[in-house]
Antibody, heavy 126, light 110 residues
Framework: QVQLQESGLGLVKPSETLSLICKVS?????????WGWIRQPPGKGLEWIAS???????HYNPSLKSRVTMSVDTSKNQFSLSLTSVTAADTAVYYC???????????????????WGLGALVTVSS | QSALTQPASVSGSPGQSITISCTGT?????????VSWYQQYPGKAPKLIIF???KRPSGVSYRFSGSKSGNTASLTISGLQAEDEADYYC??????????FGGGTRLTVL
């Protein structure tokens, strides 16, 4: 059974960096799927943040691209998210998820998120 | 990068059918058959209920179905049950590549 679990600090000060880790169990992160981060501000909808493909290329939401870094640690079967210069608008539940995809030629197609973590609430406040 | 457009809320009585629309553009929903739908209960993670416009994952009730016409995708729930009361989100591939979500629809079972 594929399981994902987010971890990281739940409170981050404005202008600092938000860091989260997603630990994957029951499936290898090197085994052909993409991995992604999605967030949900309190009472609001879902927003895709970033995805990492099997070639370790990253794909970022254009609105967050200048502040986001996503990386993988294959030895620990986990991947991470870093978001710099946070403000109160970055307060949200952050989910990690597995993303089905296809590659045709040089183009990557995102299919659907089939397994999700439980989510981690990160609050930005001084 | 604009979100896909969904109605904020829909409602229906037990046993009825409801449809939730998801409107995008020719850059996303209109071009790619890569629309998925997620069900989310309060305080819980989203759950995949439809993928590739109309396919159901194993274990998802046949009462959930999806379709697409032009730039608009739709989720239909037939035989509405109290347990269907939740938030529903559509999602689509967009060609850069990126992922777009709809704003979400709150379903109330009367």
């Amino acid at each position: 059974q594929v399981q994902l679990q987010e971890s990281g600090l739940g409170l981050v000060k404005p202008s600092e960096t938000l860091s989260l880790i997603c630990k994957v169990s029951g499936y290898s992160v090197t085994n052909g799927y993409l991995w992604g981060w999605i967030r949900q501000p309190p009472g609001k909808g879902l927003e895709w943040i970033a995805s990492l493909d099997p070639g370790w290329r990253t794909h970022y939401n254009p609105s967050l691209k200048s502040r986001v870094t996503m990386s993988v640690d294959t030895s620990k079967n986990q991947f991470s998210l870093s978001l710099t210069s946070v403000t109160a608008a970055d307060t949200a539940v952050y989910y990690c998820a597995r993303l089905a995809h296809d590659v045709r030629g040089s183009e990557t197609f995102f299919y659907h998120f089939d397994y999700w973590g439980l989510g981690a609430l990160v609050t930005v406040s001084s | 990068q604009s979100a896909l457009t969904q109605p904020a809320s829909v409602s229906g009585s037990p046993g009825q059918s409801i449809t939730i629309s998801c409107t995008g553009t020719s850059s996303d929903v209109g071009t790619y058959d890569l629309v998925s739908w997620y069900q989310q209960y309060p305080g819980k993670a989203p759950k995949l209920i439809i993928f590739e416009v109309s396919k159901r994952p194993s274990g998802v009730s046949y009462r959930f179905s999806g379709s697409k016409s032009g730039n608009t995708a739709s989720l239909t729930i037939s035989g509405l049950q109290a347990e269907d009361e939740a938030d529903y989100y559509c999602c689509s591939h967009e060609g850069r590549p990126t992922v777009l979500f709809g704003g979400g629809t709150r379903l109330t079972v009367l």
